[in-house]
């Protein structure tokens, strides 16, 4: 599913840009090589890489947990 539609950035997209370190969507444009256009994408993107960093919290713990 496409996050940014103007300039055709997909989740799994976002989700590689803040793996590599990307913490604001400035950082997901630029880590895609692409610049932001209308800006409507700015919360979905947002909401996303929180989503994306909480869950790369959650991995170790619930590992950890089932040891
Ligand atoms: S939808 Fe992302 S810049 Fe327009």
Redo the contacts with the bound molecule.
Sequence with gaps: MYI????A?REREVDAAVRAGARRPADVFRACGKS??????ACDMRQRIADTISQEQAGPQMLMAAD
């Design positions: 940014c539609i103007c300039r950035i932001p256009q209308c800006g409507s994408c």
